[in-house]
């Protein structure tokens, strides 16, 4: 089954700096990558994601990047502020029937210091 | 307009109890993912319904563990004779369905403690 490594697991950056995390994956076959943010005490909410037939996305401050090569994908949060202070957490999922089940990573405890 | 709700919030079994976690999904929403969450780790799955069909359980880990969504909509997690290691929040996610993968909506999740 499909493998998700996420690194590092936690980052704390300055206020208005920038964040990086970055997943790879094991099944080739995975075409959808989510990331989510999750606060305490709540459920994951989906903040951007990626198919496999686009190398970039981009949403105001946050961008995803996808090398399906390296099978690695990346979360990039710039201007950073306290309130973006969470976890984060990359999933991938594949297309092939209709159970869409997304296998996750391990998270990223993100920290932005005001 | 309203999203994945869960009930309870918070659980406190004792060890051997039976409990059943709720889940009311997105009105419309065909699609209905449960996961289990522990301490620190990322939700890992647990099964899967496509309208009241459960397709895949192959997440369920024992047979201690079963899940049922009868008329499509609302659906229960129960788990029988509760230990400790089943300690863990349970989120619950819905969604479309369709032909391209469709972005999965999380509940609150339920606090589940198994004393």
């Known amino acids: 089954g499909e493998n998700v490594e996420q690194h590092p697991s936690t980052l704390s950056v300055q206020e208005g700096d920038s964040a990086v995390i970055k997943c790879t994956y094991s099944d080739s076959a995975s075409n959808y990558f989510p990331w989510y943010k999750q606060e305490l005490g709540k459920g994951p909410q989906l903040i951007i994601d990626?198919?496999?037939?686009?190398g970039e996305k981009k949403d105001q401050r946050i961008a995803v990047t996808l090398n399906k090569t390296a099978k690695h994908f990346s979360l990039h949060i710039t201007e950073t502020q306290p309130e973006d202070s969470a976890v984060y957490f990359c999933?991938?999922?594949?297309?092939?029937?209709?159970?869409?089940?997304?296998?996750f990573g391990k998270g990223t405890l993100l920290t932005v210091n005001p | 307009g309203a999203g994945v709700s869960q009930s309870p919030r918070y659980k406190v079994a004792k060890r051997g109890q039976d409990v059943a976690l709720r889940c009311d999904p997105i009105s419309g929403h065909v699609s209905l993912f449960w996961y289990q969450q522990a301490l620190g780790q990322g939700p890992e799955f647990l099964t899967y319904?496509?309208?009241?069909?459960?397709?895949?359980k192959s997440g369920l880990p024992s047979d201690r563990f079963f899940a049922e969504r009868p008329e499509g909509s609302v659906s229960t997690l129960k788990i029988q004779r509760t230990q400790q290691e089943d300690s863990a929040v349970y989120l619950c996610?819905?969604?479309?369905?369709?032909?391209?993968?469709?972005?999965?909506?999380f509940g609150p999740g339920t606090r589940l403690l198994v004393l």
């Open positions: 999933a991938a999922s594949r297309s092939g029937g209709s159970n869409y089940k997304l296998t």
């Open positions: 990626i198919r496999s037939n686009v």
């Open positions: 319904f496509q309208n009241e069909a459960q397709l895949d």
């Open positions: 996610a819905s969604s479309l369905a369709g032909g391209v993968i469709k972005t999965q909506y």
